[in-house]
Structures are given as C-alpha cells and as structure tokens.
C-alpha cells in the first residue's frame, strides 16, 4: 500500500500539483480576469435588467446582426460582474464588454485573463482536447487511489492528528504532509471524486452502452437523453424582427418570482423561427443547475420550460460538479475552498518532497534521486515563478501585439520552461532559495506593476470598492511574503547543515 | 527477487484493467438490479457512472491487499463475469 502510495505520488505528483494551483487560482478567476482588464471600470452588481437588455441588444444589432448566435450575459453577482455580449456566425465571432448605462463597448487588452489560467486545470495546453480529458481523468483517478492508499497507511490517524516534529528531516516532512492531508481530508477526497464525475463520460463510456449499445451511436443517443434541447429548431431562412428581450421579463417574472436572469442565448436572432433561452443562476445553491425558459423570438411567447431539478440521479451529478465548482459559496466558506485548494497543493508537494528527503536520509545516492531532486525545485517552486509571469506578461506585452491573450499563456511555459532549466543547472539546495526569491519578488512587485500601467492602482481600487483588485494587489503582497518567508526558512536550514 | 517482481506487475495490471472492467460491470448489475422499473435509462447509467469510481477504488484496494496476485486476478475476472451476466440478463 504504501509503495503504490509513493509510486503514484512520484509519477503523478507533478501534474496534480499543477491542477491544485491553476484550480485554487482558477477559482478566483473573475477576481484575476478584472485584474487583467484594467481597463474595466470597478464592477456595480446587480444591476436591473432592463436597460442592460437594451443596450445589449441594441449592441449586438447593430454590431453582430448577421451572427447565428447571441449571448448575453447579465452582472448579478462576483463571479459575472460585467455586462458582457457574446456571438458566433460564419463571419466569425467575437465578444465585448458593454457600460450598462452608455451600451457602449469597453475597450479591454486582449488576454485570456483568469479564465484561461483556470482553463490551464482541466485543459491543460498544447494538447487536443481528448486527449488532456484522458490524462486529468486518469490524474484524478491516480489522486483518489493515493487518498485512499495514504488513509490505509497512515494507522494512528487520530493519534498522531496534531502531531508535528520540526527539524528533524524526513519526519517532520511527513508529519507537514499528514496533517495537510488529514485537516483538508473530507475536502479532498470530494474535489477529487466530483472532478472525476466531470470526466466520467468519457472515461466510463462502457457503462451507458449497457443500455444504449455499444459506439459512438449509443454514447451519442445517451448523451442526448441527458441533456436534450430545449423546444429546438431549424433555421426558416425568412427574416423576422427580434421581439424586444426586455418584454420578456414580466413572464419570466411570473415564472421564477425574484430569482434572476443571468443570462440569455439567441439562436438565429434574424430568423422566423428565433429561439430565446432565458438562463437562471447556475450558482445560486450547491446544485450546478438552472431553471431555464424558451421563448419564441418572434412573438415572444413561452415555449417551454426546464426546472432546474429533473430526477435525483441527475441533481447528484449537478451537486457534485456544483460543489467541485464552488461557485454558491458565501464569502467564508468561499475563502475555506481557497485554504483548502492550497492545502491541497501543500499535500502533493510535501509528499513531493518527502519522497526525496527519505531517499537522501537513507543514503541513496543514484541519479534518479538526483533528477527528482531538481524536478521537484522546478515544479514546486518554478509553477509560481510561472504564473506570476503570466500576469508581468498581461501588463508589459504590447496591446496590439499578434495573438496577444496566446503569448500571454506562452509566457507562463516559458518562463516554467527556465525554472526547470535553471533547476538543472544549480544544486537543488540553491535552486530552491533562488526560486523562492525569485517568485517572491515578482509576487510582492505585481501592485507595484499595476500602479505603473494601469489607472487602478491599489489605492483608487480601495477608495472605489473595485474588491476584485484591490484583492488582487493584496493576494500579490501575501504571496510575496510567503515565499519570501521560505526563502529565509531555506537560507537558514542551509546555514545550519552547510 | 525476479517473482516478486513479477507478482506486483501482476497485481498493477489487475488492479488498472480488471478494476477498469469490474468498474464498467458491478455498478450496472447494482443498478439493473436494484432501480426501480420506473427509472429511465438515462438516469440508470448517470448513477452507475457515478459510482463507477467507488467500484474502480476498491478494485485497486483489493489487488495490491489480496494475499497473492493470483488471488486478486481470480476474484477480479469472477466478480466481473459474474456482473456482467447479471446486467445481461436484467437489461
């Protein structure tokens, strides 16, 4: 048990440390995506829906009329503060920013913001989309087995509950793995079983076939069944003027009471057989469910329905991707998923680490222990190093620059790319000193950056309640006092063992 | 040394294929055999599917806990005809 523990945390470590850090980041996404649009005004939410239904759709009239779909995304709450447009046709597609009051677009740089880097969690990159969906599956499931495995391991769970022997090498890295693990336990062994539940169609496909048959078929008919369309339809190809959206809203009223709209998606805005999907809060409890309602587009009358609950099975898969989510969270239990997804990364990188301290306290002396000695530096301590790249790249990349939002991300992996250079060519010992030095420098300088090229530094973002920011450059200072903190634990232990 | 080796070989490919295939077999015979007859199939497979990895955890548990690889192997292969006869027949 305890070799399938530390085989599968060696093999698999790195890249569950990577998912810890992009998903703990990513969930504070809409706070990283305002920081990387400074150009955002500080967010007002809620706001009411009529005039933003308005300008919105005076907008995509006017700017997207040949499109075959619009979206439109209301502020109500943290996690969709803008006013946001969205559309898709054969002319292409595109989405902007609107001011509620002026229905004008807000110029924004483009990046993939905080979206992306929550994105890099179950994407990963460089990779088609198969084939990430494989390996975080098969991550997800390797990470379940090493729970498991180390709950089996570990006998005097509660005994040794509070137990924490510093200096004293392998066992105080094991006592800082023990308790990372076991004070997040419950939370870890959910994040990991509803992250599986995200990929479990693809991963388990044998499964529905024994009642669908066996191929693509059989999964196709199966997934329609799950998730069928709403009062779907084909293009008329005659044209017909989109009722006004806003006149919507007294039914929908009716029908949801004050629950809110979030969003609305227009299939064929020009068409005679126009569809209106008027979209409820996916995060308004811990189910990742909404009731929706369609409309016909060209009288507006209500077409159909969908309950945000349909059958138990069903509401267990939304509870699970809703709790994995995190979005209902109130702001407590909000910064507990934070404490908790960092815990989870502390988890995989003591155990990380542990596994090479127990090597070199025993004496192995083989080139294996050396290269992942050096890996751990350049994963562990070069991720953050990384990412905090990403964000020096959001403010200094030029904005008219070709593919901006790519070599943006681009930046990220190569600036991963040097830790793990520089990992190689220094003792592990320096590298993780220099490392930590390094991340916490350009962590703490992030609010200075922003002063420096942006209208919103920490100050105006305070004074305006612009929270998102101003939580930004804060987060930035912490993470910086961090690994600086590391830095002088490290200079320290290697002053005492030379 | 050279058994043993082979021994745990045996139990890490028991533990990802046959706990793949008693994964993809149990919880639809569990399903088929105690859902009610009123539950649409659709619904059926989303809980099987999400119990799957339950199944797939003890799977892994037992072949590196059972007292020999061949052990594992045998109740692996035989819980795993045994589920898919049962879905066969129920469904």
């Known amino acids: ?498 | 040394m050279r058994a043993a080796r082979w021994r745990l070989a045996s139990r890490c490919v028991a533990a990802a294929l046959g706990g793949y295939a008693l994964a993809s077999t149990l919880p639809v015979a569990l399903v088929a055999l105690v859902a009610p007859a009123t539950l649409a199939r659709a619904d059926a497979a989303l809980v099987a599917l999400q119990l799957s990895f339950v199944v797939y955890t003890g799977a892994v548990v037992w072949a590196f806990a059972a007292r020999s690889a061949a052990l594992a192997w045998a109740a692996l292969v035989l819980a795993t005809l045994l589920s898919g006869g049962i879905a066969r027949v129920v469904l």
């Open chain 1, 1 to 498: 048990m305890a070799w399938l523990h530390a085989w599968l945390g060696l093999l698999l470590g790195g890249l569950l440390y990577f998912m810890f850090v992009t998903g703990t980041l990513g969930y504070l996404d809409s706070a990283i995506d305002r920081w990387m649009r400074p150009e955002l005004p500080a967010a007002r939410y809620p706001l009411p829906p009529e005039p933003a239904l308005r300008q919105a759709q005076a907008f995509l009239q006017t700017h997207a009329h040949e499109a075959r779909r619009w979206s439109i995304t209301l502020p109500i709450d943290r996690n969709e503060p803008y006013l946001r447009v969205a559309w898709q046709g054969e002319a292409g597609s595109g989405a902007a920013y609107l001011d509620p009051g002026s229905g004008h677009q807000i110029a924004t740089r483009a990046t993939g913001g905080g979206q992306t880097l929550y994105q890099l969690h179950w994407r990963l990159h460089y990779l088609p989309a198969r084939a990430s969906e494989w390996i975080v599956g098969l991550a997800s499931f390797v990470l379940l087995i090493a729970l498991v495995t180390g709950l089996i391991v570990h006998r005097r769970i509660f005994a040794d509950f509070f137990t924490f022997r510093p200096g004293k090498g392998q066992r105080s890295w094991l006592d800082a793995h023990n308790l990372a693990s076991v004070v997040s336990l419950p939370f870890q062994l959910m994040i990991t079983y509803s992250g599986l539940v995200f990929v479990m169609f693809t991963l388990m496909p044998l499964i529905p076939a024994a009642w669908y048959g066996a191929g693509n078929s059989g999964q196709q008919a199966f997934l329609n069944e799950v998730f069928p369309p709403l009062a779907p339809a084909q293009a008329a190809g005659r044209r017909a003027a989109l009722a006004p959206l806003e006149q919507l809203l007294p039914d929908v009223r009716a029908q949801w009471g004050a629950a809110p709209v979030a969003s609305i998606d227009i299939q064929d805005p020009h068409d005679a057989r126009a569809r209106i999907l008027v979209v409820g809060d996916f995060a308004a409890g811990p189910l990742r469910a909404a009731n929706i309602l369609a409309y016909d587009g060209v009288s507006g009358a209500r077409l159909a329905q969908r309950p945000a609950w349909q059958s138990a099975p069903r509401a267990l898969r939304d509870l699970l991707l809703g709790l994995h989510e995190g979005l209902f969270a109130p702001p407590v239990l909000r910064a507990l998923y934070v404490l908790s997804g960092l815990l989870g990364a502390a988890m995989i990188a003591t155990g990380m680490v542990l596994w090479t301290v127990k090597r070199r306290q025993r004496g192995d002396r083989h080139a294996g222990l050396a290269l992942v000695e050096r890996l751990n530096v350049a994963v562990i301590m070069g991720l953050p190093v990384a990412i905090a790249a990403y964000f020096w790249a959001n403010r200094l990349l030029p904005l008219g620059l070709e593919r901006r939002a790519d070599w943006e991300v681009h930046a990220l992996f190569l600036a991963w790319l040097l830790m793990f250079a520089w990992a190689a060519l220094r003792p592990a010992r320096r590298a993780w000193r220099e490392q930590a030095l390094l991340a916490a420098a350009l962590c703490a300088a992030l609010p200075l950056l922003n002063a420096l090229t942006s209208a919103q530094h920490l100050g105006r973002a305070l004074a305006q309640q612009d929270l998102a920011m101003a939580g930004f450059d804060l987060a930035a200072l912490a993470a910086g006092a961090l690994f600086a903190g590391m830095a002088r634990a490290l200079a320290r232990r290697q002053a005492l063992s030379g």
